[in-house]
């Protein structure tokens, strides 16, 4: 099985929009974890949609999405949830070597049908996913966050995105073998298969699927709802 696993457990603070999570802030009339959600409802090729949700708002949640989409508790960070949503699945559905999940920003609403179908090519065939945008800025490393320790060539830098997909076991079994002091470091799912030696390759993902952070994204979002007709 296929399933979409919408990663919104966070409250999202640099939105400034106080204690309600961002993802419950509309867009267009109508909610951005909505907007992410119909994404993956829209996807044949999705068997089933689990959402994770910040504690206390999982209620509300599902409310808000309805019976057709699993909500689950999130975790203390980004894999946490991930992992919680893999349990579910496999308490409720069962798993096997081939279960594939396609993990996304609860907070990208503009994800597109062709990154999805990519995104679930990729895994299908057993490798990890990871969209991501070319670098169009140059990018400069610093070691002590005051002077410049290394200017990266550009042509091979580039943007993540989501989604991230692969097979959930893989993930499951690599990332219980972690250290704490490893899970620590570990922001993402990317980066525990790269821990692991396992191949990844690359989606090419799109300008337009960003993630709404500030308040700022909010008006960019809108002004690309008017240019999609959404």
């Not at 400034?16 to 409802?41: A, H, Y």
């Not at 997909?165 to 002091?181: D, G, H, M, Q, V």
Request: with cysteine; aromatic share 6%.
């Amino acid at each position: 099985m296929i399933f979409g696993v919408v990663l919104s457990g966070g409250i999202g603070r640099r939105m400034g929009n106080g204690d309600m999570p961002k993802q419950f802030l509309k867009l267009g009339g109508e909610t951005i974890i909505q907007r992410t959600v119909s994404k993956f409802g829209l996807c044949g090729n999705i068997d089933k949609v689990v959402v994770t949700a910040p504690d206390g708002w999982v209620g509300k949640t599902q409310a808000l999405l309805g019976p057709d989409v699993d909500v689950v508790p999130g975790g203390e960070d980004r894999n946490g949830s991930l992992l919680n949503a893999i349990n579910h699945i496999d308490e409720k559905y069962g798993m096997d070597e081939e279960t594939v999940v396609v993990t996304h920003d609860g907070a990208r609403p503009f994800v597109t049908e062709r990154v999805i179908e990519e995104n679930i090519r990729v895994a299908r065939s057993g490798l990890v996913a990871d969209t991501v945008v070319p670098s169009t800025d140059t990018i400069v490393v610093s070691k002590d966050g005051a002077t410049v320790s290394q200017i990266p060539d550009r042509s091979e830098l580039y943007r993540t995105q989501t989604p991230q997909s692969f097979r959930a076991l893989r993930f499951r079994n690599i990332y219980e073998k972690l250290t704490e002091e490893q899970k620590s470091v570990m922001t993402d799912a990317v980066k525990v298969f790269l821990l692991a030696g396992d191949e990844i390759s690359l989606i090419m993902g799109e300008e337009t699927n960003i993630k709404i952070t500030y308040q700022s994204d909010m008006v960019i979002g809108e002004a690309l709802l008017k240019e999609v007709g959404e």
